[in-house]
């Protein structure tokens, strides 16, 4: 079993930067592949960036040039940095883990198989 924990949201002013970490407990083959998602009520479950093991990453187009993800496998951690930030990025943002032998970055929310309890990001005008 794998444990995510995501810590880091809160309330920005437009333009402002957040940096969302996300803590994952358990093996490391586990978190082969990290993802960021975002979910809006009413909206389905938005994928937002990805990484893999060796740091091959992919974001969607709405953030690029905006947010980028990293992360240092010796904490079994991954981070969003978030600059820029617009009122249409305001969003329960989860962490999702894909696990070995899965390599490939996927954008699909239903091919991650853990998932942290999500922190809110409150974007103002």
Do not use: H
Not at 1 to 30: D, I, N, Y
Not at 75 to 83: D, G, H, P, R
């Amino acid at each position: 079993q794998v444990q995510l924990v995501e810590s880091g949201g809160g309330l920005v002013q437009a333009g402002g930067s957040l940096r969302l970490s996300c803590a994952a407990s358990g093996r490391t083959f586990s978190t082969n592949v990290m993802g960021w998602f975002r979910q809006t009520p009413g909206k389905e479950r938005e994928f937002v960036a990805a990484i893999t093991w060796s740091g091959g990453s992919t974001s969607a187009d709405p953030v690029k040039g905006r947010f980028t993800i990293f992360r240092d496998n010796a904490k079994n951690t991954v981070y969003l940095q978030m600059n820029s930030l617009k009122p249409e990025d305001t969003a329960v943002y989860y962490c999702a883990a894909r696990p070995a032998p899965r390599y490939i970055i996927s954008t699909f929310s239903r091919d991650y198989d853990y998932w942290g309890q999500g922190t809110q990001v409150t974007v103002s005008s």
